[in-house]
T-cell receptor
């Protein structure tokens, strides 16, 4: 069974204090690892897709990396507007369908 | 560009009443469609997915059902709601197997 574990559950940073979120996974045949941002009461917003170990993607203050067992979301010099829950998901393909398995997320709070 | 619409945004229903949540996608054809439920402190749980009209796969035995009467329409239903059906319901679509999924804004269902 595919599993995704995210840590920490919650993280509080001061503005400008860089840090990393972790997503460790076990999946039979990884077909993609995805990062999403979710604001309270909203649907998840897509951030990145990573397909193979060693791959990196960047967007503004966020950088996602992937190894064979885990992914990191690095947040450089965060701002209060980066406060949200960050979700990680892995994809396995079964037959004609592909399904995402999500972690429980990391709640990030960035304060002034 | 593609957009996904999900409604209603919030819903309060009595125990034993029926349910119908609707999701439509614009700007694409033959998408893979998904229904997820998100409980507080837990990851997104896949409920149903569909790879085509009339093709529904269920992931978790439950009090809910899904239908896909048109290519870009996905409906989540229940004949009699239970208290345990309360949660945040999310519809999502993806175009190709190994690509990212895009989510609607969700429906907050409270069964009283």
């Amino acid at each position: 069974e595919d599993q995704v574990t995210q840590s920490p559950e919650a993280l509080r940073l001061q503005e400008g204090e860089s840090s990393s979120l972790n997503c460790s996974y076990t999946v039979s045949g990884l077909r993609g690892l995805f990062w999403y941002r979710q604001d309270p009461g909203k649907g998840p917003e897509f951030l990145f897709t990573l397909y193979s170990a060693g791959e990196e993607k960047e967007k503004e203050r966020l950088k996602a990396t992937l190894t064979k067992k885990e992914s990191f979301l690095h947040i450089t010099a965060p701002k209060p507007e980066d406060s949200a829950t960050y979700l990680c998901a892995v994809q396995a393909v079964t037959g004609t369908a592909s399904k995402l398995t999500f972690g429980t997320g990391t709640r990030l709070q960035v304060t002034l | 560009s593609q957009t996904i619409h999900q409604w209603p945004a919030t819903l309060v229903q009595p125990v034993g009443s029926p349910l119908s949540l609707e999701c439509t996608v614009e700007g694409t054809s033959n998408p893979n469609l998904y229904w997820y439920r998100q409980a507080a402190g837990r990851g997104l749980q896949l409920l149903f997915y569909s790879v085509g009209i009339g093709q529904i796969s269920s992931e978790v035995p439950q009090n809910l059902s899904a239908s896909r009467p048109q290519d870009r329409q996905f409906i989540l239903s229940s004949k009699k709601l239970l208290l345990s059906d309360s949660g945040f319901y999310l519809c999502a679509w993806k175009y190709l197997m190994n690509t990212e999924a895009f989510f609607g804004q969700g429906t907050r269902l409270t069964v009283v």
